[in-house]
């Protein structure tokens, strides 16, 4: 059973930091392309960072330079760092993973977690 975990979120004021967690099981992890995505209240799901399965990354253009995702083969994690947070941070983020190259339509989503931003 594909499970994926999310840990890290929480409430920090604007400029702060954060950084989520997602550890995966039952996937063969490295063979995963990865992605955090996230949804804010009455808007649509949205990718915010990706990392295929040889560790290139790409971003939305809202998070780049703030924003950094990494993986752990070794211990099947991926990591978003988030930096100089903003309230339009605000959202419940996702990670996400799929069986191939670059993530595109995910095979499996973590269950989410809150991340607020007050100004």
């Known amino acids: 059973q594909v499970q994926l975990v999310e840990s890290g979120g929480g409430l920090v004021e604007a400029g702060g930091s954060l950084r989520l967690s997602c550890a995966a099981s039952?996937?063969?992890?490295?063979?995963?392309?990865m992605g955090w995505y996230r949804q804010a209240p009455g808007k649509q799901r949205e990718l915010v960072a990706d990392?295929?399965?040889?560790?290139?990354?790409n971003y939305v253009d809202s998070v780049k330079g703030r924003f950094t995702i990494s993986r752990d083969n070794d211990k099947n994690t991926v990591f978003l760092q988030m930096n100089s947070l903003k309230p339009e941070d605000t959202a419940v983020y996702y990670c996400?993973?799929?069986?191939?190259?670059?993530?595109?339509?995910?095979?499996?989503w973590g269950q989410g977690i809150q991340v607020t931003v007050s100004s």
């Open positions: 039952g996937v063969i992890f490295r063979a995963n392309a």
């Open positions: 996400a993973a799929q069986r191939q190259f670059r993530i595109r339509v995910p095979d499996y």
């Open positions: 990392i295929t399965i040889i560790g290139t990354t």
